[in-house]
């Protein structure tokens, strides 16, 4: 039979870790108490399980992480899953965690003068630029994305780019920037997801992680 | 500093292999085509580049026409393409230089292919492709036949935790038109299935969605209530999953594991019959595939057949190096029949200078 081999959950940092919490709690994970400290310089964790460990990377890199197959199991947002497109993931179950959506934003001012039907070409400061593309090509524009990390909000006030294209949940941090929300590219919730090869090649232990994480959400 | 002009600096995905990776790859390579011959396969070698005609027609060929690269033969004036894959090849001498030979027609090749782009595992644009391919039947035992050689060699060159996955890539297309559904729910079920979403399988509500839930958790398959031809290929399925179990078995291969997916479609798109995928527990991605297809001829009506090919750049990843020979020096003046000497005794002499 297969050796039993180290399984890496890939976990995403900031705000979301509270959210992942009761899945942990759900799944029996219990990790090194350092896990929830912000200030910890450790990027893995052990838990109470002997062959589970945690890493804990930017959101992005989860999914990247999980697609090569250093980590095998990850929980990634579908934006960032949509960005990436990679073919060795699988994402088996929605978590109904870090709701939001992606959403193009402008200046108020800027819309009335606006009209979207003579787009040939657009510019566009955001942190998903294959997205962005793929939304606008869709329907016959050519878009010239700036990427950035963070901060788009403050790109049209200082003339980066006109529009913009990014994560709104409440819509403060656009309001706050005098930007509006004028068209939504897709919803987004967190997703768990899997490695191919890890699920091809030992699917009764990732079958059992995808059902604990489905029975939680089930009982959430 | 002006990286463009190094002149050691090689296209993207483009490598030399050195010491010891060269000599581990043929190696490899003797070792798989000799496991090859032991059930009959007869080795050919088709050229590197051929009219693109021939090498992208229908079946196998096309699927693999934007990942050729293609050049202007100023000879002929015609265009030709590098191989992206041998399979097309192999076809082609099947159906014109042995159209006669005795079917089944069992071949073997080992060669080096080309692709405009690598892809996010395999970064590689050119790599080695060993593999079979057995033309002109289509029963259960020739589908067991593919991936029990494949399992042999693979597990004659020292690979561990073997993965055998299983799939009839038709099953879907199948389910589609029997169920009748729309071009949008084809659209959309054929994206949650490549990410095997199954909340987002299931949140579509549908008769067919259902179905493919059913298929996705697959705890009882042969009780899912599939429409005829889905049915059918699921019973295949199961059948090939049985029979090769047995056949791994009697050649002592018990730890090789079968896994069974039965909406597994990706990189199948010419495959009409049993299909499968080769993995390694701890290997990046797929270490070969194979599967049944049609070799379309202009003119001429299909031939059936199954072939399986190995990625030689990820095989080379994961198996064990051959232990070199001994090796010593000698001093620059040593004789020549002291070299012998030593070389008799099987080690491998190098003068000093």
Known sequence: MTKPQKIILALPKGRILSEVKPFLDGCGIVPETAFFDDNSRLLQFKTNLPHLE?????????????????????IAGSDVLDEFNYSELYAPVDLKIGKCRLSVAMHEGEMAKDNPRQWS??????????????????????????????A?????????????????????????????????????????????????????????WIGKFRETVKAA | MNAKNHPSLL???LLDLLAPSAENESRLIELFIKNFSAFGYDRVKPPLVEFEDSLLGEGPGQALSRQTFRMMDPVSGRMMGVRADVTSQIARIATSRLADNKRPLRLSYAADVLRVNGSQLRPERQFCQVGCELIGVD?????????????????????????????????????????????????????????????????????TSALIVELMDHDNLPKIALPKKAKADIEKLLKLQSELRAALDVYG????????????????????????????????????????????????????????????DSVLRIAPAFSPAKREEVKADADWKAVKSLQDQGVEVVRKA
């Open chain 1, 152 to 208: 788009m909000e403050i790109a049209p006030s200082l003339g980066l780019a006109r529009r913009i294209v990014d994560l709104v949940s409440s819509g403060g941090t656009l309001k706050a920037n005098n930007l509006v929300e004028v068209e939504k590219i897709m919803d987004v919730s967190s997703r768990l997801i899997v490695n191919r090869t890890a699920l091809k090649t030992m699917p009764e232990e990732m079958q059992g």
């Open chain 2, 139 to 207: 029963t259960i035992t020739a589908d067991v036949e593919m991936p029990l050689i494949a399992a042999i060699a693979l597990s004659k060159a020292g690979v561990q935790n073997i993965s055998i996955d299983l799939t009839v890539p038709t099953l879907t297309k199948h389910l589609y038109d029997e169920m009748k559904i729309s071009a949008d729910e084809t659209e959309s079920l054929n994206d949650l299935i490549e990410k095997r979403d199954r909340d987002g399988v299931a949140a579509l509500n549908t008769k």
């Open chain 2, 11 to 13: 296209p993207n995905g």
């Open chain 1, 54 to 74: 945690i890493i804990r990377v930017r959101s992005f890199d989860v999914a990247t992480f999980t697609a090569f197959g250093a980590a095998h199991l990850g």
């Open chain 2, 253 to 312: 291969l018990q730890d090789v594991q079968i896994t069974i997916d039965p909406l597994e479609r990706r990189g199948f798109e010419y495959q009409t019959g049993a299909s499968f995928t080769l993995f390694s527990q701890g290997a990046r991605g797929e270490l070969g595939r194979g599967g049944r297809y049609d070799v379309i001829v202009a003119g001429k009506s299909p031939e059936t057949a199954t072939g399986f090919t190995l990625y030689m």
């Open chain 1, 121 to 150: 070409h657009i510019r566009v400061a955001t942190k998903y630029p294959n997205l962005t593309r793929k939304h606008f090509a869709a329907r016959g524009v050519q878009t010239e994305c700036i990427k950035l990390s963070g």
